[in-house]
């Protein structure tokens, strides 16, 4: 609060209550009026307050402006830098064969698109090994994102935080890893969230997809052509749901739907256990 009674009328500059840094920070502006009446307002944090000698002072707390939210367009596909570090990356080995293997995951195709980093920058300046899946759409085939897991050669993944990022500003929704190519697809598939379950699965059934999260999962459109679709759900609500809910849209097309559950968190963790 202000000392009013304290100053003549006039101009004054005196520190401000709300912000004031000392004696000499002198950022707020206090002018009185003849018959008592003042105003006050700081330069910086536009705190105010008015006197009145009758009700004595009002105070209004530091103004703060409103930030209007403003939605970052997406890239609907692949951005060219996305392009240059797919480009960068060369096919399965070293490190990324290594991880896999430590993890029970069956290796890939080379004509797949899942590739190997050697040394991606990671956000927090981390440098390291990483695996980089492509995310097409899932009907056009067109590219959409990338993800990128960075790992170490033991099966663990790298003490970096998040271990996993997709490209910012790209689209995902309706994206799938195609861990093996549309040409091996014929009258069955597997599906899976992430890269390790899908590549559990793959042990029992090829081709297998990564649909790298849920959502996508869910959402999953019927592809003409095929006649039995393999689900390894993460045992997770969202996981258990998305394969439901993506099983009875293909069994309602008229395929024959298998839904693979575990009492572990996810297929790849069964594999491990059972190794």
């Given at each position: ?14 520190p401000?209550p ?26 910086r ?28 367009r ?5 951005s ?20 896999l ?9 080379a ?35 990338l ?9 663990r ?5 998040p ?17 093996w ?26 081709p297998?997809?990564s ?28 996981g ?30 069964a ?5």
């Amino acid at each position: 609060m202000i000392a009013w009674t304290h100053f003549d009328a006039g101009n004054h500059r005196i520190p401000c209550p709300a912000c004031g840094r000392g004696e000499r920070d002198k950022t707020l502006g206090l002018t009185i009026e003849a018959d008592g009446k003042g105003v006050a307002h700081c330069f910086r944090c536009n705190f105010t307050e008015s006197y009145r000698p009758e009700r004595g002072a009002r105070q209004q707390a530091p103004f703060k402006p409103r930030i209007k939210a403003v939605a970052t367009r997406k890239h609907e596909v692949l951005s060219d830098y996305g392009r240059d570090l797919w480009s960068a990356c060369e096919p399965l080995s070293g490190a990324a064969v290594a991880y896999l293997k430590a993890r029970r995951c069956r290796i890939p195709p080379a004509d797949g698109d899942l590739r190997y980093h050697p040394a991606l920058q990671h956000p927090s300046g981390y440098t390291g090994p990483a695996l980089v899946g492509l995310i097409t759409d899932a009907v056009t085939r067109k590219p959409m994102s990338l993800h990128r897991t960075w790992i170490q050669a033991d099966g663990r993944k790298a003490d970096v935080d998040p271990p996993r990022l997709l490209l910012s500003g790209h689209r995902k929704a309706g994206g799938v890893i195609r861990l093996w190519p549309d040409d091996a697809v014929t009258s069955a598939i597997g599906l899976a969230e992430g890269i390790e379950t899908a590549l559990s699965l793959a042990w029992g059934i090829e081709p297998t997809w990564s649909c790298v999260d849920a959502g996508n999962l869910a959402a999953f459109p019927v592809l003409s052509g095929i006649e039995v679709l393999t689900i390894a759900a993460d045992d997770d609500p969202a996981g258990i749901a998305a394969g439901r809910e993506c099983g009875e849209r293909w069994a309602a097309a008229g395929c024959e739907v298998f839904l693979v559950r575990q009492e572990q968190a996810d297929l790849n963790d069964a594999v491990q256990e059972a190794a």
